[in-house]
T-cell receptor, first 113, second 112 residues
Framework: DTGVSQNPRHKITKRGQNVTFRCDPI?????LYWYRQTLGQGPEFLTY????????KSRLLSDRFSAERPKGSFSTLEIQRTEQGDSAMYLC???????????FGPGTRLTVT | KQEVTQIPAALSVPEGENLVLNCSFT??????LQWFRQDPGKGLTSLLL?????REQTSGRLNASLDKSSGRSTLYIAASQPGDSATYLC???????????FGTGTRLTVIP
């Protein structure tokens, strides 16, 4: 197993366009998390799934954001009508249920022009 | 709301020195604490996980301690090397929660 993977690694888009990111977690991990990190800051939690159920969403996840994990494996994060303030690194992590480490992917860097 | 603070924000040391990075958190009702390393423009690499019932964890040249009652953790790096240069992030998982609260990190530079 090669760890958590994310695609694309970089995305440049124009304001108002929709973008979708994909995360493939470590195969046996049933929890999957999305975080957002802006320059010079620590990551901030967006949402998490246990299997295919989305169990928690932070207030940062506006109605322009939607996340899915349809079969409890990979997940997608879509941002509709992107704004310049959406420019950030979007990080995905996965873990087992319980007191276990979260393992992070390499991130997708989004630039909205 | 849990707040995590890391001091200093940046640190430069000569190669071979031992160093300590600090992390403090406001709510001591935590489940565990995790230290990460982040290289520029990259994702996070997990270094150490300390459960709330533990006092310390060690991995190679790294030792992390936890004093839950005072809301503090330290990451000790022995015999620093230029390859240790990175940003080190501390993250807390609260009791009853599943997400991590992160500090803003300490940017470490080890000078050859």
């Amino acid at each position: 197993d090669t760890g958590v993977s994310q695609n694309p690694r970089h995305k440049i888009t124009k304001r108002g366009q929709n973008v979708t990111f994909r995360c493939d977690p470590i195969s046996e991990h049933n929890r999957l998390y999305w975080y957002r990190q802006t320059l010079g800051q620590g990551p901030e939690f967006l949402t998490y799934f246990q299997n295919e159920a989305q169990l928690e969403k932070s207030r940062l996840l506006s109605d322009r954001f939607s996340a899915e994990r349809p079969k409890g494996s990979f997940s997608t994060l879509e941002i509709q009508r992107t704004e310049q303030g959406d420019s950030a690194m979007y990080l995905c992590a996965s873990s087992l249920v319980g007191p276990h480490e979260q393992y992070f992917g390499p991130g997708t860097r989004l630039t909205v022009t | 709301k849990q707040e995590v603070t890391q001091i200093p924000a940046a640190l430069s040391v000569p190669e071979g020195e031992n160093l300590v990075l600090n992390c403090s958190f406001t709510d001591s009702a935590i489940y565990n604490l995790q230290w990460f390393r982040q290289d520029p423009g990259k994702g996070l690499t997990s270094l150490l996980l300390i459960q709330s019932s533990q006092r310390e964890q060690t991995s190679g040249r790294l030792n992390a301690s936890l004093d839950k009652s005072s809301g503090r953790s330290t990451l000790y790096i022995a015999a620093s090397q230029p390859g240790d240069s990175a940003t080190y992030l501390c993250a807390v998982r609260e009791a009853g929660a599943n997400n991590l609260f992160f500090g803003t990190g300490t940017r470490l530079t080890v000078i050859p």
